[in-house]
C-alpha cells in the first residue's frame, strides 16, 4: 500500500519570498506523483504530475517540483509567491500500475503582504 | 483535459434526510471516483465506479450508505442515506486524464442539522 506525508499542516510566507512545501511517499512498487492545488470553495487543480523521466517538472503557475528517487520526496517549489497563491496544496500518489490515487494531508499555504 | 460537473454545489439538509448528488462529465471515461473531504482534512476515497458493474468500495464504506449509481460513461450519481452530522463534508467527483492525471468536479458541500 501507498502511503503520503505532508510534512507542513501549515506555511506561511510573505508575498515574494521562495517556498517549499515537504512531500514523503511510501510505496514498495514504481508511483507516479501529483501535486494539486484547492482554492477557498472550489474543487481541485492539478499544478504538476512526475511520470517518469527528468526528475524537475514544471507546473502552473510558476510552481515546480522534484523528484528524488532515494529519499521518496517530491517536495513543491516556488522562487516567489504571490498573495493568490494563498489556498490548500495537496501531494499525492499513485502506483503505476493501479488507479488509486493516495493523498496527503494538505499543506495550508498562506502568503502575506 | 475533462471538464466534470457537480450538483448541487451546496446543500443543508436535515439528520435522517438523504442527499443524491449528481457527477458530469464532458467526455465518456471507464472509471468515476468518489471522493469525501471532511472539514480541514485530506480526500479520502469513497468509491470507484465503473459503467455497467456495481461500484467498489473502499475499507470504512458501505453501499446501503453511500449508494452509486453509472447509467452510462458519462454519468454518475452518489446518494448520502441516512445523514447524520458527521456526514457534513465536501463530496468530489473525479476522473482520470489520459495522462493519468485526475480531474475534479467543484464539489458538493453538505452540512447536516
Redesign the interface.
Known amino acids: 500500500a501507498q502511503s503520503v506525508t505532508q510534512l507542513d499542516s501549515q506555511v506561511p510566507v510573505f508575498e515574494e519570498a521562495p517556498v517549499e512545501l515537504r512531500c514523503n511517499y511510501s510505496s514498495s512498487v514504481s508511483v507516479y506523483l501529483f501535486w494539486y492545488v484547492q482554492y477557498p470553495n472550489q474543487g481541485l487543480q492539478l499544478l504538476l504530475k512526475y511520470l517518469s523521466g527528468s526528475t524537475l517538472v514544471k507546473g502552473i503557475n510558476g510552481f515546480e517540483a522534484e523528484f528524488n528517487k532515494s529519499q521518496t520526496s517530491f517536495h513543491l517549489r516556488k522562487p516567489s509567491v504571490h498573495i493568490s497563491d494563498t489556498a490548500e496544496y495537496f501531494c499525492a500518489v499513485k502506483e503505476t500500475s493501479g488507479s488509486r490515487l493516495t493523498f496527503g494531508e494538505g499543506t495550508q499555504l498562506t502568503v502575506n503582504p | 483535459s475533462a471538464v466534470?460537473s457537480?450538483k448541487p454545489s451546496r446543500d443543508i439538509c436535515q439528520r435522517g434526510t438523504s442527499l443524491t448528488i449528481q457527477c458530469q462529465v464532458d467526455s465518456q471515461v471507464t472509471?468515476m471516483?468518489w471522493y469525501r473531504q471532511q472539514p480541514g482534512?485530506?480526500?479520502t476515497?469513497i468509491a470507484?465506479a465503473n459503467q455497467g458493474s456495481e461500484a467498489t468500495y473502499e475499507s470504512g464504506f458501505v453501499i446501503d450508505k453511500f449508494p452509486i449509481s453509472r447509467p452510462n460513461l458519462t454519468f454518475s450519481t452518489l446518494t448520502v442515506s441516512n445523514m447524520s452530522p458527521e456526514d457534513s463534508s465536501i463530496y468530489?467527483c473525479?476522473v482520470?486524464g489520459q495522462?493519468?492525471?485526475?480531474?475534479?468536479?467543484?464539489?458538493t458541500?453538505l452540512t447536516v442539522v
Open positions: 466534470i457537480q472509471m471516483f482534512q485530506s480526500l476515497l470507484t468530489l473525479s482520470e495522462h493519468t492525471e485526475a480531474f475534479f468536479g467543484q464539489g458541500r
